[in-house]
């Protein structure tokens, strides 16, 4: 109301109160604040969320720059975590076949058991002739294996080289039947300790993941596989490049970034693609700190070498991008967490 206006009703005698505008300036000063809230939160909160985001520049502690995303696959689904931070996860994640990646639950729930320490080499089993039959028609059928025979004698620790250097289905179903009594008590207790994990997106069907029904998701993968690294033997065992067993010799590693100082777990078929499960060493923010991480489906076909190729890849392009984040010391998630 103008002031003109005041004065006009107050010649006339009119009750004059100033309530009425005050109400109203109270309600300007309101919708200001509603509009200006959720800019000010997007100034607060825009260095954090366009982290993964590479449509927007965001401004960092030094001068305005444009701060590289995350770079996630194409194709499949990956999951990365750095350091100590917040484990972050590709969009669409759903369960998928994860091949060899199933022997870290493996290798995992082995260790739970039966925990190894320095030069330790654990429990000793003798090869039956039915499970030296089982290795032959396996490896007539193609399957990931190593040779044993029967009356050869396997420590734990072998055992563990075997199953998680060149990925042996074999024993995979050995190490289920030593741990568990059987292969499908075993199999109950990969879904079990899958639950207590809160690995929600995961079914074992095997030991091993030669049976395509075994399903997960990368963010899963990474649960579990963090879990695993734990281990001090199980981060030495997935560093190695090779090993040397009684019967097969010397096998090499899977992994096409072992070279590259990216220690872990593959896993690749037809079904699943490429995957791997890893972890590396990076500078992040002036820190040295462990990028682990998961890509699965990565690749085309049954080529062995050409999927985990495209995995490595991956891999790569997802740690690489993240740690060009500068100033960055963890990335945020995005996405619920939940062969060889």
């Known amino acids: ?78 999951a990365l975590v750095l350091g100590n931070g917040r484990p972050a996860a590709s969009t669409y994640e759903q369960p998928a076949p994860i091949a060899s990646l199933a022997k870290v639950m493996t290798a995992y729930l082995t260790l739970e058991r039966y925990p190894l320490s320095g030069a330790q080499e654990g429990f000793t089993i003798t090869v039956t002739a039915a499970q030296a039959q ?10 990931s294996d190593v040779a044993v025979q029967a009356g ?91 090993v040397t067993l ?8 899977f992994n096409p970034l072992i070279a590259e100082g990216y220690a872990g777990k593959t896993g690749s078929d037809s079904a699943a693609g490429g995957c791997l499960a890893f972890f590396t060493h990076v500078t992040v923010g002036g820190r040295r700190v462990i990028a682990a991480g998961v890509v699965m489906g990565q690749g085309d076909g049954s080529n062995t070498s050409a999927i985990l190729a495209a995995a490595g890849e991956a891999a790569e392009q997802i740690v690489d991008s993240a740690t060009t984040v500068r100033g960055a010391h963890t990335i945020p998630a995005i996405g619920a967490p939940g062969g060889s």
């Open 246 to 253: 009684p019967v097969a010799g010397t096998v090499t590693n």
């Open 134 to 143: 089982t290795e032959a028609e396996d490896a007539a059928q193609d399957e």
């Open 1 to 78: 109301m103008a002031y003109s206006q005041l004065g006009r009703r107050a010649a006339r005698g009119t009750r004059v109160t100033v309530y009425g505008p005050r109400w109203r300036w109270r309600r300007v000063l309101l919708l200001l604040g509603a509009v200006l809230a959720p800019l000010l939160a997007h100034t607060v909160f825009a260095p954090v969320r366009h982290l993964l985001d590479d449509r927007h520049p965001v401004l960092n502690d030094e001068h305005l720059t444009h701060l590289s995303p995350v770079r996630w696959p194409q194709q499949g689904q990956a």
């Open 152 to 242: 050869e004698q396997l420590t734990e620790r072998q055992l563990l080289e075997a199953l998680l250097i060149p990925s042996a289905n074999n024993i995979a179903q050995m190490l289920a039947t030593q741990v568990a009594g059987s292969e499908a008590r075993f199999i109950t207790e990969m879904n079990d300790e899958a639950r207590a994990l809160g690995m929600a997106h995961t079914i074992y069907t095997d030991p091993s993941g030669f049976d395509p029904s075994t399903v997960s998701t990368a963010a899963d993968q990474l649960r579990v596989f963090q879990h695993a690294m734990r281990f001090p033997v199980f981060r030495q065992i997935v560093s190695m490049s090779s």
